[in-house]
């Protein structure tokens, strides 16, 4: 059984009746060698799996064979079949038919894999890239690690820096609860069907402490959203279109005690920046 085979996946889903839905993002992995190096970025033998998106379960099969126990969760009910057959053999691989985006992962984490030390690793479906990766760090308690692949584009930003065009809101809350590595790339013709996009496998690693403390997280983030909706605009006059109580001058006197130009752009501040900014200015 060659998982990756194009030939031998195609048969596999024809024999079950089966045709590729664009819908779910069902671009599967047709390398063998970009499975095992994905698979093997997670950690240990000790560690616990999750995989969002199993698909015929080429990675699933890759990650039984070098971790603990692998739960995989798929919303493609018409996959039962074909997953039956291709990891019936694997005595630690479970296989859960729902939709990823309407799983509670803390409760989750808590009823399947309690005590244990937890990686997500996923070829995630295009479609829910950032609204997933967004979930899974609201419990990003849960997981020691999260090894996805997405859009390179996506993974520009998740790792961007300040003063450039893809650094924005995203990438300040990924980086609050995690460091990204930036893996490698996988081009379209390692997939079938090929995607229109590039695609780069990265690792968060999940912070154990946030690295900054202001005395509000809320408060920050609320600062960091203000200033990047109105991208173009001077931070000072974007936090003032919140309808803040402070004054223009008070804001930007606040922001030159930071360190920066009265008139300078959100864009600019990284997440220690907004840090010490918001233990000032206390947006509404
Ligand atoms: N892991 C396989 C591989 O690498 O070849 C398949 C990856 S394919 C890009 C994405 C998979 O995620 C598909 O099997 C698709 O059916 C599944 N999927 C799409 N949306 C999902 C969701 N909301 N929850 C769980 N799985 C989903």
Redesign the pocket.
């Known amino acids: 059984m060659n998982?990756?085979d194009r030939a031998y996946v195609r048969q596999l889903l024809e024999r079950h009746g089966m045709t590729l839905?664009k819908s779910?993002?069902?671009?599967?992995?047709?390398n063998h060698t970009v499975?095992e190096e994905?698979a093997s970025l997670c950690g240990d033998e000790e560690l616990c799996i999750i995989?969002?998106?199993?698909?015929?379960?080429?990675?699933?099969a890759e990650l039984a064979k070098l971790y603990k126990k692998v739960i995989a969760?798929?919303?493609?009910r018409d996959?039962i079949p074909v997953l039956e057959e291709t990891l019936g053999e694997y005595d630690n691989v479970e296989v859960i038919f729902?939709?990823?985006?309407?799983i509670d992962f803390r409760a989750f984490v808590d009823e399947k894999f309690p005590g244990e030390r937890v990686c997500v690793c996923?070829?995630?479906?295009?479609?829910?890239t950032s609204p997933?990766i967004m979930k899974l760090l609201d419990a990003s308690d849960c997981f020691e690690s999260i090894v996805v692949?997405i859009q390179k584009e996506v993974a520009d930003r998740f790792c961007a820096e300040p003063d450039t065009d893809d650094y924005g809101k995203i990438t300040l809350a990924v980086q609050y609860k995690a460091a990204v590595e930036k893996c490698f790339s996988v081009s379209a013709g390692n997939?079938i069907p090929p995607p229109k996009v590039t695609s780069t496998v990265i690792k968060m690693n999940i912070r154990k402490e946030p690295p900054v403390k202001p005395v509000s997280v809320e408060n920050m983030f609320k600062l960091i959203g203000a200033a990047f909706a109105q991208r173009r605009k001077t931070l000072s006059n974007a936090i003032k279109a919140t309808g803040v109580n402070y004054t223009k001058e008070e804001i930007e006197d606040a922001i030159e005690h930071i360190g920066f130009d009265r008139n300078v752009r959100g864009e600019c501040l990284g997440l220690s920046d907004y840090a010490r900014l918001s233990d000032i200015l206390i947006l509404k």
């Open positions: 998982l990756t839905k779910r993002g069902q671009n599967f992995l047709a499975v994905i995989e969002i998106g199993p698909g015929v379960g080429a990675m699933t969760i798929e919303v493609d996959l729902e939709d990823a985006m309407k996923a070829n995630l479906p295009y479609y829910i997933v692949m997939f």
